[in-house]
């Protein structure tokens, strides 16, 4: 008798941040509600005002480039929400649930194409943050949750 499994198990966790232009405009609970619609289960959330090193290891990838001044002056501009969830393929989902990076382009229907927009800023403001891939999630996470 085979001992395959039927499915193929892929349950992910995300790193997901509510960004400060998301938190100071009061859609810190429509998105969480995204979130929760779409079926991602919220293993831990915590709102707190980073700090420059939590910043620094979150976009250490962007460093040099000419919007990663501003980006972090935009990160530390007021509290964030940082938020893991839980679910199947919830990184892909999750991504694909935001829209894509410019918000004005954004697709209507993503939390970035229905909520963001331009504002004429040297960094996009565009509501949230989500992993890319297992290995930032497992990056991530860890800087915003170190006790996960
Ligand atoms: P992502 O958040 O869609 O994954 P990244 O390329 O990781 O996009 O960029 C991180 C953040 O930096 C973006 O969400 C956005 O806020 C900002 N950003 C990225 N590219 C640009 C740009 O070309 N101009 C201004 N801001 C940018």
Known sequence: MSTEPTTASTTERSLV??????VRRGLTGTILARIEAKGYR???LQQCEATEA?????????EGKPFYPPLLEFMASGPLVAVVIEGERCIEGFRSLAGTTDPTTAAPGTIRG???????????????????SPE???HEIGIWFPSL
């Open 54 to 62: 939590e910043l620094a290891a979150h976009y250490a990838e962007h």
């Open 136 to 138: 930032s999630a497992a």
């Open 42 to 44: 919220i293993v831990a």
């Open 17 to 22: 941040l509510v960004k400060p232009d998301g």
């Open 114 to 132: 229905d909520l963001g927009r331009d504002w004429g800023l040297k960094v996009q403001q565009n509501l949230v943050h989500g992993s890319d």
